[in-house]
């Protein structure tokens, strides 16, 4: 009666239930596809709350044109709102005009010239790059891959200390698709370890200053009164650094603690834990700034290292093995993507390759209510 070529492949087990997409009236089929259908089975959260109108479901998922990926919509279906792009609550916060990746596209966010790294952490990738290295046991030559590696990588890592991490608040779950954010424990920590006292050998713990003072306390306190005999010796430090003052000569137990914890803090904060942070000097103890590494740079599209494997590192972080400034900027352009991106012959360039559209956080359950029957066989 009503001819229709096949329907997706995700659809194709009711493909000939019309009544499941098409509305009927009083037992007739209509042509009509109405979005309630398409919600009985799953949802398709808004876009953005600010849009000015809702296009419907089947403007975008076209159907019966065989087994087509139907996630795979057309930059025209995005780009009747990005051509001219408006909210409901005045200018957009977005380039006004993006038609097509290859040349209609703005440059990234992370990238424009005046971007920031906002991490703290000192770290300098030039020098960790070179050859010869000095490394725990000897020289090295460090790769990418001993300090980056993906979420769901779980190979022991070449210079971790693993009784020198700390419990950390939980952060995003692990992603097989980002880098593993650094952690000092896994990736620094054999090669930076934190000595306090030439005679007592060991590390503070990479914690907060209130937890490396009590380390301090009770360590000493510990030794002391295992050797009380020490008390009036004097202790050369562990590294003179001009801060400390001269040796003192303590009077008892007490001061001999005090004096101690006094010298080794003063390593800490001075030397120690400054090489890698920047620490507000306040009292009575120092404040670490938050060490802000960031583990998604892209807030408004996705990316997937697993998909890239066959390049080296380097071709898309050009300026990695050069960096010397933790605020540098190490992520590769629109023109990187672009040269496999394009729109003929080439990687995927529309738009849902990278971005979504549904905001999936919003999502509502649905909750299946058809029976195999009403699914498989017409009448
Ligand atoms: C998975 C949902 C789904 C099922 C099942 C389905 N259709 Fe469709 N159909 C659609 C969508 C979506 C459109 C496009 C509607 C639009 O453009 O607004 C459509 C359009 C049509 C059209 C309009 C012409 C065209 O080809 O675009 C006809 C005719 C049609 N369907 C017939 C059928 C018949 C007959 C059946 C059952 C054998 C059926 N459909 C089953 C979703 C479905
Ligand atoms: C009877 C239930 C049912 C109805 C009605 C239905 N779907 Fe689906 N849909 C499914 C199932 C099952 C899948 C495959 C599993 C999944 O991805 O959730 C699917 C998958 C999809 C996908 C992802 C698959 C792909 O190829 O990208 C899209 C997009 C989609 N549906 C859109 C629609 C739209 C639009 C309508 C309305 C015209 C509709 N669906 C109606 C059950 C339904
Ligand atoms: C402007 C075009 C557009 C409209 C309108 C639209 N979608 Fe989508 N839809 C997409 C794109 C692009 C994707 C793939 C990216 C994503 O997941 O957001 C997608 C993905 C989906 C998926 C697949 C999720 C998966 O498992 O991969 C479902 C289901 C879906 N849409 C349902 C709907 C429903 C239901 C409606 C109507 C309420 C709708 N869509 C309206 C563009 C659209
Ligand atoms: C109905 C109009 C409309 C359609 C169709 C539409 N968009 Fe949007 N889009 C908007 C609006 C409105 C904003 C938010 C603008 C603002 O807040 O300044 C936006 C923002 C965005 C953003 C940046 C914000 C974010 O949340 O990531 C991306 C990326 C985006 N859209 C991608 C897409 C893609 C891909 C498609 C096609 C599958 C699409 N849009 C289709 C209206 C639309
Ligand atoms: C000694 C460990 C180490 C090695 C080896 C290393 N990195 Fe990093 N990398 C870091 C640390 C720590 C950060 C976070 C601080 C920062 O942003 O500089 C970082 C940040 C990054 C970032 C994101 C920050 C930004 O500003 O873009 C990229 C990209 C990156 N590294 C790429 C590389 C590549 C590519 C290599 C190999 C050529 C490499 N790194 C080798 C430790 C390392
Ligand atoms: C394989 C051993 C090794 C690992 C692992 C390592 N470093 Fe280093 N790091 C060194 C050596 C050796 C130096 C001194 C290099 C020099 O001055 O030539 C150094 C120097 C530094 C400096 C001073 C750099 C400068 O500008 O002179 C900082 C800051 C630093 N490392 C931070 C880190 C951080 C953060 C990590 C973990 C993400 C890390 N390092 C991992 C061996 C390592
Ligand atoms: C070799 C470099 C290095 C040295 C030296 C170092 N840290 Fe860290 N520190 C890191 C890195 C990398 C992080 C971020 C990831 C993590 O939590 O391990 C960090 C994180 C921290 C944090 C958590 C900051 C936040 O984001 O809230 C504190 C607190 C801290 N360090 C304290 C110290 C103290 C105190 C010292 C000296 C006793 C020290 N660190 C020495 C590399 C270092
Ligand atoms: C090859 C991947 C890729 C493709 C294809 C792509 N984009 Fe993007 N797009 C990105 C990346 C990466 C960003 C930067 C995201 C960020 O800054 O968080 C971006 C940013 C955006 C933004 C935010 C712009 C701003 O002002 O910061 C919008 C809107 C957008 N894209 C829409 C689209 C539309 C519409 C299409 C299809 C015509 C498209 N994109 C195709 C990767 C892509
Ligand atoms: C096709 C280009 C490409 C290649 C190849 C590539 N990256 Fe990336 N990398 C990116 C992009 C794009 C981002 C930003 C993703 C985000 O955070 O949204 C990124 C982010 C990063 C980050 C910051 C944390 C994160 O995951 O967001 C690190 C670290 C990093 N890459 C290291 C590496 C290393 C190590 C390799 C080699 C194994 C590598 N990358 C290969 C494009 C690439
Ligand atoms: C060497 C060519 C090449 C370069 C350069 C490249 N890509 Fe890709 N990309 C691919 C291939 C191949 C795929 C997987 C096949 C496909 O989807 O077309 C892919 C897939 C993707 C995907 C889908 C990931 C998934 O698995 O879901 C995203 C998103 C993406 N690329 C973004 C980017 C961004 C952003 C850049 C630039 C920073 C970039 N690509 C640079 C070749 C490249």
New binding site residues.
Partial sequence: MYSAGPVSHAHAVFGSRCELCHVTRAGFFSQQVKDEKCLTCHDGPVHQATQVSTPGCASCHGEHHGAAHLAAVSNNDCARCHADLRTKSGPAHFERTILNFDTKHPEFR?VRADSR?P?T???N?EV??KAGLKGPNGPVQ???????RAGNDDRPWL?AVPSMATAKSASRPPSAAY?T??TYAQ??AACHLLPFDAHISGSVPHDKPETVREFLVRTYTDYIRQHPGEVKTVWAPLQRIPQQSPPRVARNADEWVQFRVEEAEILQWQKGCKECHSLQQQQPLPVVAKSA??DR?FQHANFDHRSHRLLD??S??TQ??K?R???????PGIKICQQCHRSSESAEARCFECHSYHDWSKQKPVKGGYKIPQLISAN
Avoid: F, R
């Avoid at 460090?142 to 980056?148: E, F, G, N, S, T």
């Avoid at 400034?325 to 992520?331: A, F, G, I, N």
């Fill in positions: 992370a790294d991490g952490i000192k770290l990738h960790h790059l460090m790769q990418c891959d001993d300090c980056h210079y880098m954010p650094i990736q620094c590494i960031t740079w590192c380097t898309c972080h990695a093995s960096s400034e933790t605020s540098d900027v190490l992520l």
